[in-house]
Antibody
Framework: QLQLQESGSGLVRPSQTLSLTCAISGGSVSSGDYSWTWIRQPPGKGLEWIGYIYQSGRTYYNPSLKSRVTISLDRSKNQFSLKLTSVTAADTAVYYC??????????????WGQGTPVTVSS | EIVLTQSPDFQSVTPKEKVTITCRASQHIGSSLHWYQQKPDQSPKFLIKYASQSISGVPSRFSGSGSGTDFTLTINSLEAEDAATYYCHQSSDLPATFGQGTKLEIK
């Protein structure tokens, strides 16, 4: 059974960089044609797709965040990471990692981590 | 980007009732629509893929229908454990987008 576990800094100062990692167990970041995904949820609000990366290294980002986001893979550690620069209070959210799968009709998210809360505050 | 609008935003229902949640897309998306269930303080759980395809391990009382711009999630014979917020998600085009959510309260 695939499991995903987020980790990283829970408190980030405004204008600094948010860094999170998603550790994968029960599967490999290098197998299959999956998209390794970050999604966030501000307090009391809905879900926002941040972006994903394929094992090839190809990335797709939400245009609303594209200038500040980097998603990368670490095959040796079987994990993938999120960096979000120049954060503001609007980036305060629970951050989820997920696995994307699908066919030509598009990618759905079938496995999710438990989520990690991140607060942007001085 | 494609906007998904769910209705209702909130619904209070009794056990064994049949519940219908709708999701309308701002443009045609074929069958590229998926549903998730999120219980309080939990991560979303995958319920339905490509509008109507069931997912292994999901109770059979959950079903989906629709295509194009109008989609429906139906819960037959609601159970107390179904209290949650339900989200639709489109994969027809990037960026991937979600509906605003429908919160189900069990009376």
């Amino acid at each position: 059974q695939l499991q995903l576990q987020e980790s990283g800094s829970g408190l980030v100062r405004p204008s600094q960089t948010l860094s999170l990692t998603c550790a994968i167990s029960g599967g490999s970041v290098s197998s299959g044609d999956y998209s390794w995904t970050w999604i966030r949820q501000p307090p009391g609000k809905g879900l926002e797709w941040i972006g994903y990366i394929y094992q090839s290294g190809r990335t797709y980002y939400n245009p609303s965040l594209k200038s500040r986001v980097t998603i990368s893979l670490d095959r040796s550690k079987n994990q993938f990471s999120l960096k979000l620069t120049s954060v503001t209070a609007a980036d305060t959210a629970v951050y989820y990692c997920a696995r994307g799968d699908g066919d030509p009709r598009g990618t759905y998210f079938d496995y999710w981590g438990q989520g990690t809360p991140v607060t942007v505050s001085s | 980007e494609i906007v998904l609008t769910q209705s209702p935003d909130f619904q209070s229902v009794t056990p064994k009732e049949k519940v219908t949640i709708t999701c309308r897309a701002s443009q045609h998306i074929g069958s590229s629509l998926h549903w998730y269930q999120q219980k309080p303080d939990q991560s979303p759980k995958f319920l339905i893929k490509y509008a109507s395809q069931s997912i292994s391990g999901v109770p059979s009382r959950f079903s989906g229908s629709g295509s194009g711009t109008d989609f429906t999630l139906t819960i037959n014979s609601l159970e107390a454990e179904d209290a949650a917020t339900y989200y639709c998600h489109q994969s027809s085009d990037l960026p991937a987008t979600f509906g605003q959510g429908t919160k189900l309260e069990i009376k």
